[in-house]
């Protein structure tokens, strides 16, 4: 089967666990006529400080296993007065230490500066290419809003007095991290992969 009509026969795979980024990604790209199907495998990961090689590594790892057209995200959320951190390991320290942690380590802190980063790799038998959305914002003093996931309630994106998890799913799929760079990867595929459609 050539790679034409493999792809107009499958959707593309989005490789996380994590039901909530599928949710979102659906979302952002359902406004360009691509459709997602969630694959919620565990991907290997690389410790690197980089997201992008983070996802790209495993998005062709999952592509050796699998053999078909997949997505892989990563994202970090990199607080400027923790030097970075959690960055690439946000995961991991929102299961660990959670909101109230990384709340705790801001205590006294006036500098709330932060950006969230969003990587996601594609891969096929021929391309592995990834897009980057990137979202400057501040880490709000307490926990607000019952919306969205992990570190959602404490992000307050610039020139907004909201945080991700006070906005409507609607409104966050719009502005954020994961919007940005999904909404490259389709424009992009879009141009190069025309006869998916």
């Not at 979102?24 to 694959?39: G, M, P, Q, R, V």
């Not at 296993?65 to 991991?92: H, Q, R, T």
């Amino acid at each position: 089967m050539s790679l034409r009509e493999e792809l107009k026969q499958t959707s593309i795979l989005f490789i996380s666990k994590n039901k909530n980024k599928f949710i979102e990604a659906s979302h952002i790209l359902s406004s360009f006529n691509i459709k997602l199907e969630w694959a919620p495998f565990s991907k290997l990961e690389i410790q690197s400080s980089s997201l992008s090689d983070i996802a790209l590594f495993a998005a062709r790892n999952a592509f050796e296993s699998i053999k078909k057209p997949l997505i892989v995200e990563d994202d970090g959320l990199f607080i400027k007065a923790l030097n970075g951190f959690p960055g690439p390991f946000s995961s991991y320290i929102y299961s660990t230490i959670g909101l109230n942690g990384i709340l705790r380590l801001m205590e006294g802190v006036d500098d709330r500066e932060c950006f969230f980063e969003s990587a996601v790799a594609f891969c096929n038998q021929n391309i592995s290419k990834v897009f980057v959305g990137r979202v400057y914002g501040e880490i709000s003093r307490v926990i607000r809003g019952s919306c969205g996931f992990g570190f959602d309630p404490i992000f307050i994106p610039k020139g907004e007095n909201l945080t991700f998890a006070e906005m409507p799913l609607n409104y966050k799929c719009s502005i954020s991290h994961r919007a940005v760079a999904l909404k490259d990867f389709a424009r992009w595929f879009l141009k190069n992969f025309k006869y998916y459609l």
